[in-house]
């Protein structure tokens, strides 16, 4: 199982970045997919989510800023993040439902004031 997450940069707030987790190893079609985040001393977080079907879901923080897609085709997930606040500053990695365990190396974003 492999969760690649890739993208990921410094940009200065108000910035725009696109991420990309391309999985191998696992059927990705049917594997809800999700992105979480963890800040320097903080608790990782949920940040977005789309099942199989492609239903979303959000944290409250980045919601109307983030969109969560999916490629099935090429296994990949992507998290397109508009108007970025230093607050989302963290390192960013992604999830499959049925493999809890895997996270991958993740991808740094880093938000400038």
């Known amino acids: 199982v492999q969760l690649q997450a890739s993208g990921g940069g410094l940009v200065q707030a108000g910035g725009s970045l696109r991420l990309s987790c391309q999985a191998s190893?696992?059927?990705?079609?049917?594997?809800?997919m999700y992105w979480y985040r963890q800040a320097p001393g903080k608790q990782r977080e949920l940040v977005a989510g789309?099942?199989?079907?492609?239903?979303?879901t959000y944290g409250g923080s980045v919601k109307g800023r983030f969109t969560i897609s999916r490629d099935n085709a090429e296994k990949t997930v992507y998290l397109q993040m508009n108007n970025l606040k230093p607050e989302d500053t963290a390192a960013y990695y992604c999830?499959?439902?049925?493999?809890?365990?895997?996270w991958g190396q993740g991808t740094q974003v880093t938000v400038s004031s």
């Open positions: 789309i099942t199989s079907g492609g239903s979303t």
């Open positions: 999830k499959a439902l049925y493999y809890p365990n895997y």
């Open positions: 190893g696992i059927p990705f079609s049917s594997n809800d």
